[in-house]
C-alpha cells in the first residue's frame, strides 16, 4: 500500500520536470514574403547620338525640326590636321603646311541643321 518510491527517479529523469509547452508562433517572415515580381520591362530606348553622316552635305531628315534638309557643313580643326601639318612641315616642304588647315581631308565635318542649327552628326576622317 506504499506508494511507489521517487527516489529511484531523482536524478535519472531530470527531463520530465521540463514543461513540454511548444508555443506555436507564426512565423513574421512567412506573412512577409510576398514575392514582387516585377515583368523585365521591355522598355528599349534608342538614343540617337550622331546620325551617320559623310563628308560631304547630306539630305536628312533632321531631328529637331524634322525638315528634310540638306546639312551644312562645318569643318572642326583636330590634333589630326595638327599632325598633318607637321608631317607636311617636317618631310615635304614647309609651304605645304598649310594645306591640312585649307583643305577638308583631315578635318571632322560637322553636320548642321541649316534650317534650326541643331547639330546632327559628325563625320571623323
Ligand atoms: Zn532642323
Not at 529523469?13 to 508555443?23: I, S
Not at 514575392?35 to 563628308?55: D, N
Amino acid at each position: 500500500m506504499d506508494p511507489p518510491a521517487y527516489d529511484q527517479l531523482d536524478g535519472s529523469a531530470p527531463a520530465a520536470r521540463y514543461p513540454h509547452q511548444q508555443t506555436p508562433m507564426a512565423d513574421p517572415l512567412k506573412s512577409a514574403n510576398v514575392h514582387t515580381q516585377e515583368p523585365p520591362s521591355l522598355q528599349t530606348t534608342v538614343i540617337i547620338t550622331g546620325q551617320q553622316v559623310g563628308p560631304d552635305p547630306t539630305t536628312i531628315s533632321c531631328p529637331s525640326c524634322r525638315a528634310t534638309v540638306v546639312t551644312r557643313l562645318e569643318y572642326e580643326t583636330t590634333t589630326k590636321t595638327h599632325l598633318c601639318a607637321g608631317l607636311l612641315c617636317l618631310f615635304l616642304c614647309w609651304p605645304c603646311a598649310f594645306v591640312p588647315y585649307c583643305s577638308t581631308a583631315c578635318r571632322d565635318a560637322n553636320h548642321y541643321c541649316p534650317n534650326c542649327g541643331s547639330f546632327i552628326g559628325t563625320y571623323r576622317k
